[in-house]
């Protein structure tokens, strides 16, 4: 099975503080890589999709890169609706969530 | 726009078999082209994907419950369904529903192995 691995598992930061959160796996998983943000008693909301496309409706201070075994979210600049737990999630013939991150007010 | 709902037992006891339903509104099961799965969360844990059901009734399950896992689908009722079968307290859990991001042409759809539409999550608790 493929491990995810995220790092920092939480990430202090102040509004207008670019953010970048990093997901590896444990073997490659070519671009087959989600990023999703969860609010406390929420469901997870999908933000990018095949490592680097933005979903629909997601504000373009969101963005990721990467690929193989290594990939990156980044916020540009930190908003105050942006304080949250975000996770990766690959597809490599099934899907597994990386542990999380959990990004709180410094 | 699709939604989905899951409904189910907020409580089930140990041993026994834990059922939910999920209900799509929005949009057809059978229209096609998208993969339905069950995905859960331990308390203040990370996500699980338990499994998939394909709109043609095939389905993909986690290898770790994949012994005790059924998932089917009613279009009739444009629905379909989670069984976890001798439940223990570890899988107490909120439990989602959701839908697989598809690209659809008029001819066809690929999926983009993400999931964007969720539903809003049921508590289930394993307690006697």
């Known amino acids: 099975d493929i491990q995810m691995t995220q790092s920092p598992s939480t990430l202090s930061a102040s509004v207008g503080d670019r953010v970048t959160i990093t997901c590896r796996a444990s073997?490659?998983?070519?671009?087959?890589l989600a990023w999703y943000q969860q609010k406390p008693g929420k469901a997870p909301k999908l933000l990018i999709y095949k490592a680097s496309s933005l979903e629909s409706g997601v504000p373009s201070r969101f963005s990721g890169s990467g690929s193989g075994t290594e990939f990156t979210l980044t916020i540009s600049s930190l908003q105050p609706d942006d304080f949250a737990t975000y996770y990766c999630q690959q597809y490599n013939s099934l899907f597994t969530f990386g542990p999380g991150t959990k990004v709180d007010i410094k | 726009q699709v939604q989905l709902q899951e409904s189910g037992p907020g409580l089930v006891k140990p041993s026994q078999t834990l059922s939910l339903t999920c209900t799509v509104s929005?949009?057809?099961?059978?229209?096609?082209?998208?993969?339905w799965s069950w995905i859960r969360q331990h308390p203040g844990k990370g996500l699980e994907w338990i499994g998939y059901?394909?709109?043609?009734?095939?389905?993909y399950y986690n290898p770790s419950l994949k012994s005790r896992v059924t998932i089917s689908v009613d279009t009739s009722k444009n629905q379909f369904s989670l069984k976890l079968s001798s439940v223990t307290a570890a899988d107490t859990a909120v439990y989602y529903c959701?839908?697989?991001?598809?690209?659809?042409?008029?001819?066809?759809?690929?999926?983009?192995?993400?999931?964007?539409?969720w539903g809003q999550g049921t508590m289930v608790t394993v307690s006697s």
């Open positions: 059901i394909y709109y043609s009734g095939s389905t």
């Open positions: 959701a839908r697989d991001k598809s690209h659809c042409s008029s001819t066809s759809c690929y999926t983009l192995w993400a999931f964007d539409i």
């Open positions: 929005g949009g057809s099961i059978s229209s096609g082209g998208y993969y």
């Open positions: 073997q490659s998983i070519s671009s087959w």
